[in-house]
């Protein structure tokens, strides 16, 4: 895979590069934005505050209260296990 580089400019929302690529009509590519002004990135950041909610998910303190639960330490096992229970037909006792 190769990597290109290149620098360009926000204008109405689009990306517009300094000079033309030289990559084929119709290719494919993976674009990774990395703004060159930092203070930028905090603008950005400060206007679109919850949209990246991870990290505030992690500073809860709820976060990993069951971490601590042996019966959970296998958590996909514990899910499946819970999942048969729901599957199983309630039955009445008269």
């Not at 990306?15 to 119709?26: A, C, D, F, R, T």
């Not at 971490?67 to 037909?89: F, I, P, Y």
């Amino acid at each position: 895979m190769t990597l290109i580089v290149e620098e360009g400019k926000i204008s109405n929302g689009h990306i517009v590069l300094s000079k033309p690529l030289s990559l084929p009509e119709g290719t494919e590519v993976r674009v990774q934005i990395e703004p060159v002004d930092p203070a930028i990135v905090s603008d950005a950041d400060n206007q679109n505050k919850g949209s990246d909610e991870s990290e505030d998910f992690a500073n809860l303190p709820c976060f990993g209260m069951w971490a601590d639960r042996e019966d959970m330490r296998d958590s996909v096992a514990w899910l499946r296990k819970e999942r048969e229970k729901w599957q199983q037909r309630f039955t009445r006792s008269e």
